[in-house]
């Protein structure tokens, strides 16, 4: 069965509807195939055509209906009928009803002239009306070389011929004198010449835009070529592009929101493929965990370890276990055995789920896993009703759902002792830096209020998390907060080298019991070292601190830790500037995101034994070496949260909403992961901020709502379509309150024989967020160069394999893709240009270091806005509705001189100002006469009382609230030097410290994926 995704005849091979045609090859062997280049069969033809006729229609754009729905616009994924009537001028209306077969691209029938090229450089096409031309017009320029390669007679009309050429583009950069030079130049309004960059072109009929929109296809830009003939073609080449022709994210967006947004989904279903992860959806937990928890790359499993050898499509699970439930959604139920503890499988050890089979009338059950058959204890014992199932099916959530927790025993707590609930230490830098930038003061009184925000168990009146200060540059000073005691004492710490904790009782206190010394401590911190001029500061030494302050208490916890300058202090751990720019793109690039080991691996260890998470807010002015600094925290589940030069009027609102959601986001301590699979495949590589000291025991110090950890599966013997593919991802934590629970997340997904069905379910998301983190860690091994050959070379075997295999024979210049991977490519390509991965000295290696780790850590959303940023236009917004306008396209060209934008990425978010912004819309939102007197420092929109003001603000404060981390705001103005922050994340653009544009990036991987074909 073959089955068609995203078609096309690439840009450079593909010509717009109604605008001199296709390739006959859509679909097909090309009418023409090209024979060897350097041959030109010359021919009178060629230079016989004195009157240019008007262009006919027929693309033969069929819309693979395996995509999906009708064509959402008219023309869309339809053939042209035929040619116009001679001499007619315009475009062609599309035929109702003339879609192909579904799943086959389509032929054009009567395709008038037409050019096929190949090339192995880059390919150009030329079609239309060919005047009488000669190639010495064509050879001499730059960079190109021409060859007639075949030429037909084809009678489409009165003085037609259709003539094939092919161009051999040796420059890339001479494709737009190409077609300024020939077509204008030489006055023959009816050629036109189109080239990988100047065509537009549907492309599988869903990707429909403005300018191929509506019947008649009298889209801007559409008409005019032929109708004002070599007016288009003298203008910028840039104006041909059509960027709407390439398969577009913000439309694969919104069909999937368009078709099951608001939905219920059930988890019922083995192998179901969820809505995307921007799709707005209900789940109802019926036996699989929903995808917020466990999202795959794939939903059916190849049947071999072959298949999946050929195809090289990751088979990989993104699990985030403590994943934010919605409120109209269940929450986790806790299943108690009392003293049992939860029923698990005797051979393979998986826990009771509803994959386990019921036998026996009820007194066994056979293991989903491994197949084990086990007795089913005594006191758990059930009829099973006359379908087999037992009769308390529905009452017991490990029998019917796909999430669920146990109450855990002792025999599941370290030593067998029952946890304690976890502590928050708060660890202060009071360098002379942080006093200065005021930074001190302002943790200090946020501290005061935040510390009524710690997270509780639900419906308990208070949190059992307790708390404990340290403050520090080059030595540690610890604060005795006993609610008996009337003042704070302090205990000093300056042997940094065996750190030790001078105080148990009364360090780690409970915030409602000791508040009033607390708050007598955090008054007093900022003063007491107002006249400091300590500048050096310790590191390693306050995470020891930290640990063995939680070693002596017994429990887990976080450490918070609020750092500005490099540890240069003489003391373990101590680092110093190795930033080297010279590095850069060449072998020993690597050693740049390498961490420093020795001291700060030992600590990881150290931290995660004991179940403590560390997290990082640097405000660095300079080189802080985050690859080093930022390690014991991206292995114990912990964040790295960066403020350069921060200053507090400007950053201290968006650091403190940063703390906030830090502090109060839902967490589990000391846990211990373990993924389990049914017989034939295996969990073989772990991504995350996780820590492992064997190949299957995944330990986190701490993981919390955002957290995500990537899981590979390879196959380690044949998967049975019958049985599909069973995993269960057992999560033992210490909850907030000091319980100790497993938290159970099932999925089952399809297996099959037919990579079809692999292609079918594939979820282009979740492999992004694989990709993007195979390579960050890659990328410590392999120089950069490598790491994105291997991805692109990947890429193309995926897609090479499906056009081999899945998709129905077609001309080799079709790029072929498959339906659930349409937009993979811009996603790869975005990666590409991601700053860890791009190699350019003017990015900081800070940034890179933190962008790789924060990214290790993401789930499925975050990779996706990342690598896909939503930019949304706001200057027509409806301020009467609440929706937030629809996102267009990540590009520069989607900007227009009178428009205001909102881009973000979940990191950064921009507000873009174009030069021609109207006054009035200015002054509504910034409350100040013009453009030119709005403050790019801005951090925050003021409170205006009008329409446009609090339909604005009321967008920004909803894309916050959903993010895992506040964003700063940004302002940006049109061609302001601010500007070039914001660029960097139109995705779909060339990259502005390298990287191909999107249109570029698919000629690029169209080519290899010949290359693998061949
Ligand atoms: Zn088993």
């Not at 404990?468 to 704070?488: D, E, R």
């Not at 390693?540 to 240069?568: N, Y």
Request: a neutral charge.
């Amino acid at each position: 069965m073959s089955q068609q995704g995203y078609v096309a005849t690439p840009p450079y091979s593909q010509a717009q509807p109604g605008m001199g045609g296709y390739p006959a090859g859509f679909g097909s062997a090309p009418t023409s195939p090209p024979t060897a280049m350097g041959h030109p069969p010359m021919g009178p033809h060629s230079s016989q055509m004195a009157h240019p006729q008007s262009p006919l229609a027929g693309p033969t754009m069929a819309g693979p209906q395996s995509m999906g729905g009708p064509p959402p616009m008219g023309g869309m994924g339809r053939p042209f009928p035929g040619p116009p009537p001679p001499g007619a001028g315009g475009f062609q209306q599309p035929g109702p009803g003339a879609a192909g077969p579904p799943g086959h691209p389509q032929q054009l029938q009567g395709t008038d002239s037409t050019v096929t090229w190949s090339s192995t450089v880059a390919i150009t096409k030329l079609y239309g009306f060919v005047g009488p031309f000669s190639m010495s017009q064509i050879k001499p320029i730059p960079g190109i070389k021409v060859c007639f390669q075949s030429r037909d007679r084809i009678n489409l009309g009165p003085c037609i011929w259709e003539l094939t050429v092919e161009l051999k583009l040796i420059d890339c950069t001479a494709k737009c004198v190409l077609a300024n030079r020939i077509a204008p130049g030489t006055g023959y309004q009816s050629l036109t010449l189109w080239n990988c960059l100047c065509v537009t072109g549907q492309f599988g009929g869903q990707m429909a835009g403005p300018g191929m929109a509506g019947p008649g296809m009298a889209g801007p830009g559409m008409a005019g070529p032929f109708q004002g003939g070599a007016a288009q073609m003298a203008g910028p080449p840039q104006k041909k592009l059509d960027p709407d022709s390439i398969p577009s994210t913000t439309q694969v967006i919104e069909d999937d929101q368009a078709k099951r947004g608001g939905q219920v989904y059930t988890t019922n279903l083995r192998g179901q493929v969820p809505p995307l992860v921007t799709t707005d959806y209900t789940v109802q937990d019926q036996g699989n965990a929903s995808p917020r928890f466990m999202r795959c790359t794939t939903y059916s499993f190849p049947c071999t370890a072959d298949l999946a050898k050929q195809c090289q499509v990751p088979l990989a699970t993104i699990i985030k276990p403590f994943a934010t439930v919605p409120k109209n959604e269940t929450p986790m139920y806790v299943v108690n055995h009392g003293e049992t503890g939860p029923i698990r499988c005797n051979r393979c050890k998986a826990y009771m789920c509803p994959y386990m089979q019921f036998t026996d009338g009820g007194r066994r059950y056979q293991c989903g896993f491994c197949n084990c058959v086990n007795e089913v204890p005594a006191f758990y014992f059930q009829h099973l009703d006359h379908m087999g199932k037992r009769v308390d099916f529905y009452e017991r959530p490990e029998l019917s759902l796909g999430s669920y927790e146990f109450a855990a025993t002792l025999d599941y707590c370290k030593n067998n002792k029952p946890a304690s609930p976890p502590a928050y230490i708060f660890m202060i830098d009071v360098s002379y830096a942080n006093i200065k930038s005021g930074l001190v003061r302002l943790v200090c009184d946020e501290l005061k209020t935040l510390l009524d925000n710690l997270p509780r168990e639900d419906g308990a009146e208070s949190s059992m998390v307790k708390v404990g200060f340290v403050t520090y540059n080059k030595i540690l000073h610890f604060y005795n907060v006993k609610s008996a005691l009337a003042q704070p004492q302090m205990m000093v710490v300056s042997d940094t080298a065996e750190m030790f904790v001078p105080l148990l009782d009364g360090f780690l206190v409970n915030f409602q019991e000791s508040r009033a010394v607390i708050n007598n401590l955090l008054d007093q911190i900022p003063d007491m070292f107002a006249d400091t001029n300590e500048s050096e500061t310790v590191f390693a030494p306050v995470i020891q601190a930290g640990v063995e302050a939680l070693k002596a208490a017994e429990c887990s916890g976080k450490l918070f830790i609020f750092h500005s300058s490099i540890p240069t202090a003489e003391a373990p751990g101590k680092l110093k500037n190795r930033d080297d720019k010279k590095l850069i793109n060449t072998e020993k690039e690597k050693t740049l995101f390498q961490p420093q080991k020795a001291v700060y691996e030992q600590l990881s260890k150290d931290c995660v034994s004991q179940g403590c998470s560390v997290d990082l807010f640097l405000f660095p002015s300079q080189y802080v070496d985050i690859a080093t600094m930022g390690d014991v925290a991206t292995h114990t589940g912990g964040s790295v949260f960066k403020y350069s030069n921060f200053q507090v009027e400007r950053d201290g609102q968006h650091f403190l909403s940063d703390l906030r959601k830090d502090v109060e986001k839902a967490i589990g301590f000391d846990a211990i992961m373990r993924v389990r699979t049914s017989t034939g495949f295996r969990a073989t590589d772990f991504f995350g901020a996780i820590h492992m000291n064997n190949t299957t025991d995944v330990e986190m110090a701490a993981v919390d709502c955002d957290k995500a950890v990537t899981v590979e599966f390879k196959h380690d013997d044949t998967l049975s379509e019958e049985t599909g593919a069973l995993m269960q991802c057992a999560l033992l934590y210490t909850t907030i309150s000091g319980q100790r629970r497993l938290r159970i997340h099932n999925l089952s997904l399809n297996c099959s024989a037919q990579l079809s069905e692999l292609y079918k379910s594939c979820e282009t998301d979740a492999l992004i967020n694989f990709f993007a983190k195979s390579a960050y860690r890659a990328m410590l091994n392999q120089p950069l160069k490598t790491v994105k050959e291997i991805l692109v070379n990947q890429a193309a075997h995926m897609l090479a394999c499906y056009r081999k295999n899945c998709a129905s024979p077609s001309a080799a210049s079709q790029l072929i893709l498959p339906d659930a991977m349409k937009v993979f490519p811009v996603y790869l390509n975005s990666l590409l240009k991601t700053g860890p991965l791009v190699g350019s000295a003017e990015l900081s290696t800070d940034d890179r270091a933190h962008q790789r780790l924060s990214t290790t850590a993401m789930g499925v959303e975050d990779t996706q806005l990342l690598l896909y940023p939503r930019l949304i236009p706001l200057h027509n917004m409806d301020v009467a509705s609440d929706v937030v306008p629809t996102p267009v396209r990540c590009s520069e060209e989607r900007l227009t001189d009178a428009g205001m934008f909102l881009l973000e990425n979940g990191c950064s978010l921009f507000l873009w100002l174009g030069q021609a912004c109207p006054p009035e819309m200015i002054q509504s939102i910034f409350n100040v006469p013009s453009l030119a007197h709005v403050s790019i420092d801005l951090r925050s929109l003021p409170e205006l009382d009008n329409p446009q003001s609090q339909k604005l603000r009321s967008i920004v404060d909803s894309l916050l609230d959903q993010r895992p981390s506040s964003m700063k705001l940004m302002i940006v103005k049109q061609k302001d030097r601010s500007e070039i922050m914001f660029r960097q994340h139109l995705v779909e653009d060339k990259g502005l410290h390298g990287g191909a544009s999107y249109m570029d990036f698919l000629c690029y991987v169209h080519r290899e994926i010949r290359q693998v074909l061949t």
